[in-house]
């Protein structure tokens, strides 16, 4: 990774944090202990890479950040409140995330589906919001509108519907694909198009190389996770390491093999890098960052 | 309740069945269990009281019923997913739901969790949609800001967390009371207020008016609620009579005695009417559904 996609980044995941603080304010009260929960989930650190998308495809745009803010902490609190329902005990029934307990674990499992469900109403409430709106409200109704059907039937729960119903299955590398294009793709190619939105690039050539990028990065990305969760050290990252595999559940490894899995997430990252000559230098970091995606170690 | 207004709830409940169905087509592949459990909740019958809320709204402020269809869908979807994951063993622990298997029975407990959260994902979703709008985009996005907070923290999602956290506590008459606004009442009242964005009225002195409405016409019904589930039967409730004192729920029955719940109930109806001088007659069969919502048996 060079110096200044690194510092780029520490710069982007820092506004996120504050954006999501500012969101996700303690309460005193009848609730206090669902806010509790809400800010344990969200403020636990984590690689903020969906928000760095909107951020990083918005700027590439020319857009002000403060243009994307509202879009950045949409697609955290989605991709949160996800992690949050997927570890409870029916469904992937993980004790450990971000080298924490689980939401259900440090708390109680009623409270975690509660803190995914106030953290979906909250992504939209972000969005629909009015008050200080740099956006027009077509742009964010089309933000909304891609937004939930990334994380619909034929997005995130889809996905990951599937993939409850393939723990011990033997799938196909199609069907394989189709699960992580759902469960993992469809959030992170929303979030460029959101940053991409929030630029004024509503449609077009441009728009839609951003969603070939974002599909494609996205596929990387899950590949290189089922990776990771071979290869890696529980410490390194956060997460109980083989979890998967113990689990019984298809990921790329045990379909294709370790070494034709990082194959493939070079070449998807390749594939998404190549979308991007669209776009011109204006991109470059974003082809950094598709790189350090496939790169990293957690 | 009298004949017209028998007919007209018919009506727009035969409506909101349509744009339902339509909204939840069977899909084959990967998939079609979870679009299988999605229909079997939400195409299981019901009042379909908060469709029919934006309706009678709407309607009674001169709106084209083709203009509340999206919300009135959308308003459905969130109650169906409440009920979904309300049912839920780390939840209520139901087993019974409008006659039938609850959701988590009738398939699991994982594929439950992510009926809830598709559903929600499809509610912002019929809203946000472009095709065939009938809508500006403000008020639409006005419409997704109050669904979102109705059903956030400040409304169903806190006060569900309330009710968990209440089991076998006595709550104060005002805790009750904030429970229930939250929990059922701010979906019922967001009803309301979405009727009146589709039929234009956005602010003023009539949208308040019926901010007052749907607020106590939303206590009343759930005080109602209460005092069904001690007198109701099993077999006429369509879910287990009794329930909630059973699992030492507060219920306004249990903290106020069953007379005092009635004229409570009665007496927020009374006020939800009173609430609608400001509209003259064009509200009238507001006022009798306000009635109707108090004197049912089920």
Redesign the interface.
């Known amino acids: 990774m060079t110096e200044p996609l690194t510092a780029q980044l520490q710069s982007w995941r820092q506004r996120c944090e504050t954006q999501l603080q500012t969101r996700l304010t303690p309460?005193d009260g009848?609730?206090a202990?669902?806010?509790e929960a809400?800010r344990y989930s969200a403020l636990a650190g984590g690689k903020r890479l969906r928000p760095i998308l909107v951020y990083c495809t918005g700027t590439a745009l020319a857009a002000d950040l403060g243009r994307l803010d509202d879009a950045a902490t949409a697609v955290e609190l989605l991709h949160v409140?996800s992690l949050v329902?997927d570890d409870?005990p029916?469904?992937d029934d993980d004790d450990l995330r971000r080298g924490r307990p689980t939401c259900?674990k440090a708390f109680?499992?009623?409270?975690?589906?509660?803190v995914?469900?106030?953290l979906?109403?909250?992504a939209?409430?972000v969005?629909?919001?009015?008050a200080a709106s740099a956006l027009?409200?077509?742009a964010?109704?089309?933000q909304?509108?891609v937004?939930?059907?990334a994380?619909?039937?034929e997005g995130m729960?889809?996905g990951?519907?599937?993939d409850?119903?393939a723990v011990g299955q033997r799938l196909t590398p199609s069907?394989l694909e189709?699960?992580h294009r759902r469960k993992t793709g469809a959030l992170i190619r929303a979030s460029v198009l959101l940053g991409a939105i929030g630029a004024g690039t509503t449609a077009g050539a441009r728009y839609d190389a951003l969603s070939r990028y974002g599909s494609e990065l996205g596929l990387a990305f899950q590949i290189q996770d089922d990776v990771l969760d071979v290869l890696g050290e529980t410490a390194t990252l956060g997460k109980v390491a083989g979890a998967d595999a113990a689990r019984g559940k298809p990921t790329y490894p045990s379909v294709l093999g370790l070494a034709e899995s990082q194959r493939l997430a070079r070449a998807h990252c390749d594939q998404a890098v190549a979308a991007l000559k669209e776009l011109g230098e204006a991109a470059s970091l974003l082809a950094q960052l598709a790189d350090y995606v496939v790169n990293r170690s957690h």
Chains 1, 2 share one sequence.
Do not use: C, K, P, S
């Open positions: 309460r009848a609730t202990r669902l806010h809400m409140y329902h409870l029916a469904m259900h109680d499992e009623g409270t975690a589906v509660l995914g469900d106030a979906q109403a909250l939209f409430e969005l629909a919001g009015h027009n409200a077509a964010r109704l089309q909304m509108q937004l939930a059907e994380i619909g039937t729960a889809g990951q519907a599937i409850l119903a069907a189709n699960m």
